[in-house]
């Protein structure tokens, strides 16, 4: 007599983080259930869906939402088990006594822009199918940095501008804020938009963090004085010492030290706003910023070029993407795995968070970017642009001359880098060998 398999799929996700603006949660999960793939990307919003039909089972998420899944084997059938977070999974195998089948490798991230389909036929498992959904043209704009500028920034403000109009009318409005060009941009247009709309600008504050001796907090002091704005500035104090990286790494379930060092200030930052005003629910952040317009030291990684950043579409979001060699299953790659350090954070403390710049439609602009005309294949030309494109943007849609000043990390901005690196001071292997510990006590 055949065994008749009896499949289980254990949704943890939270329906209440979907931010959906054109569509019903339902409704959403019904176009991942029965349209094409590229019907998803009509989904308006910050996303982690999950729709089953039988024994097939789609998934598709945001670039700003972490959506995990493991799948158990039980006698009488496959068990898949999807939530935000890998202690979350862990944490229902125990109660289900199937603990002893997980390890943290073994999770699977749904990357960002991809549907993805599983078949819960049983042993053994097939592979999911990966069908994107996001699929940004190269290189269409003409190379005209006044036109890609105001493109690109007119985008960014419509984002915002959904975004503002979701949120009850009296709720404040905090940008995490350092003066760089990402936050900055963030900051002026959101302020152009509130007036814009005649929302009240009382709701509006630009938070940053000071760790005592970072340069942060005079940056962001020099911008917003430059336009008359310093009244909306409110830093952040802490202490150096409050820095915790085991707290930091059991939250990211991450090991990559530079997320981890953005995450620890994340928190710092979070947690201050949240002593200081225990009701504040809405933050907008600049993430995304770099990894839209290539904005990252190419000689830090040995593994890159100007060519392969250049040539490969949606490099830094994605990573090398679903498929290559070096895309991992567990985290998936670029933005796609570390976003993971701003969402965490702001999630932990009970913030609405919001980063438009990992908008598909912001995405879709910087795509359309042409970096190889614009740039020549030469270094420095590409770290340049950045600033040129976000100022002449600022400048033809709000009216103001936006301040730039030269990259600087946000954990290196909080605390000088040798004061940094003394607080945290262990290498990936030694991060990767305290994540693990979490789960081999």
């Given amino acids: 007599?055949?065994?008749?398999?009896?499949?289980?799929?254990?949704?943890?996700?939270?329906?209440?983080?979907?931010?959906?603006?054109?569509?019903?949660?339902?409704?959403?999960?019904?176009?991942?259930?029965?349209?094409?793939?590229?019907?998803?990307r009509g989904i308006q919003g910050s996303f982690a869906l999950l729709a089953r039909e039988g024994k097939t089972v789609r998934m598709a998420r945001s670039l700003d939402r972490p959506m995990r899944y493991f799948l158990a084997k039980r006698k009488e059938g496959p068990a898949l088990i999807v939530a935000s977070r890998i202690d979350a999974i862990f944490a229902w195998l125990k109660t289900e006594g199937l603990e002893d089948q997980f390890h943290p490798s073994y999770t699977r991230m749904v990357p960002a822009h991809y549907l993805v389909e599983l078949q819960l036929i049983g042993?053994?498992?097939?592979?999911?199918?990966?069908?994107?959904?996001?699929?940004?043209?190269?290189?269409?704009?003409?190379?005209?940095?006044?036109?890609?500028?105001?493109?690109?920034?007119?985008?960014?403000?419509?984002?915002?501008?959904?975004?503002?109009?979701?949120?009850?009318?009296?709720?404040?409005?905090g940008v995490c804020f350092s003066g760089g060009i990402d936050s900055g941009s963030v900051f002026l247009t959101t302020y152009h938009v509130m007036r814009k709309l005649g929302m009240s600008l009382s709701r509006l504050k630009a938070f940053v963090l000071d760790l005592g001796s970072g340069p942060d907090l005079l940056q962001a002091r020099d911008f917003l004085e430059k336009l008359d704005l310093a009244i909306f500035l409110e830093p952040i104090e802490s202490e150096a010492s409050t820095l915790n990286i085991g707290e930091t790494i059991r939250l990211l379930e991450d090991y990559k030290p530079l997320d981890l060092q953005s995450a620890s200030m994340a928190l710092v930052l979070c947690r201050g706003i949240r002593e200081r005003y225990p009701d504040w629910?809405?933050?907008?952040?600049?993430?995304?910023?770099?990894?839209?317009?290539?904005?990252?030291?190419?000689?830090?990684?040995?593994?890159?070029?100007?060519r392969s950043v250049i040539n490969n579409p949606m490099l830094y979001q994605e990573g090398w993407g679903v498929g290559k060699i070096k895309h991992s299953l567990t985290y998936s790659g670029g933005l796609s795995r570390s976003y993971v350090r701003t969402y965490a954070p702001a999630h932990h403390y009970g913030f609405n968070g919001f980063s438009p710049y990992t908008r598909p439609n912001v995405i879709a602009v910087a795509e359309a970017v042409p970096f190889i005309?614009?740039?020549?294949?030469?270094?420095?030309?590409?770290?340049?642009?950045?600033?040129?494109?976000?100022?002449?943007?600022?400048?033809?849609?709000?009216?103001?001359?936006?301040?730039?000043?030269?990259?600087?990390?946000?954990?290196?901005?909080a605390l000088p880098v040798e004061a940094l690196h003394r607080r945290l001071p262990y290498s990936e292997a030694e991060y990767r060998k305290q994540f693990l510990s979490l789960y081999h006590q």
């Fill in 1 to 40: 007599m055949d065994h008749a398999y009896i499949e289980s799929v254990v949704d943890l996700t939270d329906p209440d983080g979907n931010q959906i603006y054109n569509l019903t949660t339902e409704e959403a999960r019904e176009i991942l259930r029965a349209q094409p793939a590229e019907a998803v």
């Fill in 123 to 173: 042993c053994p498992d097939p592979d999911p199918v990966y069908t994107r959904f996001f699929t940004p043209a190269s290189a269409t704009l003409p190379p005209d940095l006044d036109e890609i500028g105001r493109t690109y920034v007119s985008t960014l403000a419509d984002e915002i501008a959904q975004w503002l109009k979701a949120i009850p009318p009296k709720e404040p409005i």
């Fill in 281 to 306: 629910r809405y933050l907008v952040d600049g993430d995304g910023g770099d990894e839209n317009l290539k904005d990252y030291p190419i000689e830090e990684n040995p593994e890159l070029t100007i």
């Fill in 373 to 413: 005309d614009l740039t020549k294949y030469e270094v420095p030309r590409l770290y340049e642009l950045k600033g040129k494109i976000v100022a002449r943007g600022i400048a033809a849609v709000t009216g103001m001359k936006m301040p730039i000043f030269e990259k600087r990390r946000f954990q290196h901005g």
